[in-house]
């Protein structure tokens, strides 16, 4: 079983920072590639972030360059690091990751979510 904890959000004023963090685990199951997708209400879930267990990273336009994705590969950690947070970059926050079974099954898992708010 597949478990993906994330850490809380927040409430953050525009141009500030946030990091977000999540924790994967499953006994027994490889996380391959990562990844950090949000929702707005109203909108569809999109891409943030992603990056693959050899550290090769992929960002959306909007966050290029303001948000920085990690992982801690020897703890299953992934992180975003997000700076100059604007008002539009409030939403839902998830985390995903595709794993691997002992049998090389693959499928994706998500967090719970955790919501983030830039406002004055």
């Known amino acids: 079983q597949v478990h993906l904890v994330e850490s809380a959000g927040g409430l953050v004023q525009p141009g500030g920072s946030l990091r977000l963090s999540c924790a994967a685990s499953g006994r027994d199951f490889t996380f391959n590639t990562m990844g950090w997708y949000r929702q707005a209400p109203g909108q569809q879930r999109d891409l943030v972030a992603s990056?693959?267990?050899?550290?090769?990273?992929n960002y959306a336009d909007p966050v290029r360059g303001r948000f920085t994705i990690s992982r801690d590969i020897a703890k299953n950690i992934l992180y975003l690091q997000m700076n100059s947070l604007k008002p539009e970059d409030t939403a839902a926050y998830y985390c995903?990751?595709?794993?691997?079974?002992?049998?090389?099954?693959?499928?994706?898992?998500w967090g719970q979510g955790t919501q983030v708010t830039v406002s004055s």
């Open positions: 995903y990751a595709e794993a691997s079974d002992p049998f090389r099954r693959s499928r994706g898992y």
């Open positions: 990056i693959g267990r050899g550290g090769s990273t």
